[in-house]
């Protein structure tokens, strides 16, 4: 079984930044892709960015390129998503996900974290 916990959350004023974390606890994190999603209430959960276990490749949401960076430490089982350029429309949910078939739909992973929440102030 694999935990996920997110760290990193906060309050922030639009253009602002704030990284966020997320520490698994298996061995296995190292195998898998690694994907960041976000939900704001009322909306379906959205697909942000994921990375490959390698960490050779990455995709994002068109919404977030050019200001979202997703990376990865397999040595300390964490994955980070630092986000620059905040705006209010990013104001959401974020959650993490791994799974071994894991890309850019929900329905792939198996693990999630409990989420952290991301508020951006106009």
């Known amino acids: 079984q694999v935990q996920l916990v997110e760290s990193g959350g906060g309050l922030v004023q639009a253009g602002g930044s704030l990284r966020l974390s997320c520490a698994a606890s298996?061995?296995?994190?190292?195998?898998?892709?690694m994907a960041w999603f976000r939900q704001s209430p009322g909306k379906e959960r959205e697909f942000v960015a994921v990375?490959?276990?390698?960490?050779?490749?990455?995709t994002y949401v068109d919404s977030v390129k050019g200001r979202f960076t997703i990376s990865r430490d397999n040595a300390k089982n964490t994955v980070y998503l630092q986000m620059n350029s905040l705006k209010p429309e990013d104001t959401a949910v974020y959650y993490c996900?791994?799974?071994?078939?894991?890309?850019?739909?929900?329905?792939?992973?198996?693990?999630w974290g409990q989420g952290t929440q991301v508020t951006v102030s106009s």
């Open positions: 298996a061995r296995t994190f190292s195998s898998y892709p």
């Open positions: 990375i490959t276990w390698s960490g050779g490749d990455t």
């Open positions: 996900a791994t799974g071994r078939g894991g890309w850019n739909k929900s329905y792939q992973y198996e693990y």
